[in-house]
C-alpha cells in the first residue's frame, strides 16, 4: 500500500485517553472533519502519538490514512513454516519435481564419473593420447558444474539433495573392431543422449506440475548446452569412423589437443 502525503512529517504528543484504540487507527479530528493517525500502545495507551502532515508552520492532520493487512499477506505468512528443519524459500515446488531433480543430480554424476575413467584410460603410458585425455577430461568438468548447478538450483527452490548411489564405470575401452577411440566416442554419445533424454524427462515433469520456473531453469540452462554436445561428439563419431584405426587416430588425437572442449 502505498500513501502519498506532505513532504514533512510531525509526531505530536497525545495525552493518554481512558478508551482504548487499536494500534493505527484512524481517527476524527476535533478541530476538523479530517482524520489523524494516532499510534498507541494497544494495553493502556502510554507513548500515543498523533502523525500530522505539516507544511511551513501548519501542522493539519493527514487525511484519508487506511489501514488494513492484506487478507493475502495473512494466508501467506500462515505457509511460513515455524520448525527449524524445514525450508522457508519453499513455495509451489512439489515432490515429484524435486526427486526428478535428485534424480539428474546422479544422472549427471554417473556421467562426469564415466568421463573421468575414459580420462584416466586414454592418459595411460600404454594408450598415450593426450587429445582423448583433455577431452574427456573437459567433458567430466563440464558435467561436474551441471551437478553443481542442479544442487544449487534443489537448495534454492528449498529442496533437500540427496545423493544417490553411483553406478560402475568402464575402465578399459579398447574394442577388437572398432578400436578405443571411436569406441570410447560412441560410448560419450550414448551418454549425451541419455543426459539429454532424462532432462526432457524433468522438463516434462515440471509441466505436469505447473512449475514454470522449474521448466524455464531446464530450457535456459540445460537443453541448448545438450543439443550442441551431441551433435559435436557425433561428428567426431563419423570422423573416427572414416578415419579408421592406427595412424588416423594419432592425426584426431593431435586435433584435439588444439582445440577447446564442449563447454
Avoid at 494495553?43 to 493487512?69: M, Q, Y
Avoid at 515429484?96 to 575414459?118: K, L
Wanted: net charge neutral.
Amino acid at each position: 500500500m502505498l500513501l502519498k502525503v506532505a513532504p514533512a512529517f510531525s509526531l505530536v504528543n497525545s495525552q493518554v485517553e481512558p478508551q482504548s484504540l487499536p494500534l493505527f487507527s484512524s481517527v476524527p479530528s476535533a478541530q476538523s472533519a479530517s482524520s489523524f493517525l494516532r499510534l498507541s500502545s494497544p494495553s493502556n495507551g502510554v507513548g500515543s502519538a498523533v502523525v500530522f502532515a505539516s507544511k511551513g508552520s501548519e501542522n493539519k492532520p493527514l487525511t484519508g490514512v487506511v489501514f488494513e493487512p492484506f487478507e493475502e499477506v495473512k494466508k501467506e505468512l500462515n505457509l511460513v513454516p515455524t520448525l527449524p528443519q524445514v525450508s522457508l524459500a519453499r513455495q509451489k515446488f512439489s515432490e515429484e519435481c524435486e526427486a526428478a531433480i535428485n534424480q539428474q543430480i546422479n544422472v549427471e554424476s554417473s556421467i562426469s564419473y564415466g568421463y573421468h575413467a575414459m580420462f584416466a584410460y586414454f592418459d595411460r603410458d600404454n594408450v598415450a593420447l593426450e587429445g582423448f585425455a583433455k577431452f574427456f577430461n573437459e567433458l567430466s568438468l563440464s558435467d561436474r558444474g551441471q551437478v553443481e548447478k542442479l544442487m544449487r538450483y534443489q537448495n534454492k527452490r528449498g529442496g533437500r539433495v540427496q545423493l544417490l548411489e553411483i553406478s560402475l564405470s568402464l575402465s578399459e575401452f579398447d574394442h577388437g573392431v572398432k578400436g578405443h577411440a571411436l569406441h570410447a566416442m560412441e560410448f560419450a554419445l550414448s551418454m549425451e543422449k541419455i543426459a539429454n533424454a532424462r532432462l526432457l524427462h524433468v522438463h516434462r515433469i515440471a509441466l505436469r506440475n505447473h512449475d514454470a520456473q522449474l521448466a524455464d531453469f531446464v530450457e535456459s540452462e540445460f537443453l541448448s548446452m545438450q543439443v550442441e554436445a551431441i551433435k559435436k561428439i557425433a561428428e567426431h563419431v563419423s570422423q573416427l569412423r572414416r578415419v579408421g584405426a592406427g595412424h588416423g587416430v594419432w592425426h584426431f588425437n593431435q586435433m584435439l589437443l588444439r582445440e577447446g572442449g564442449i563447454a
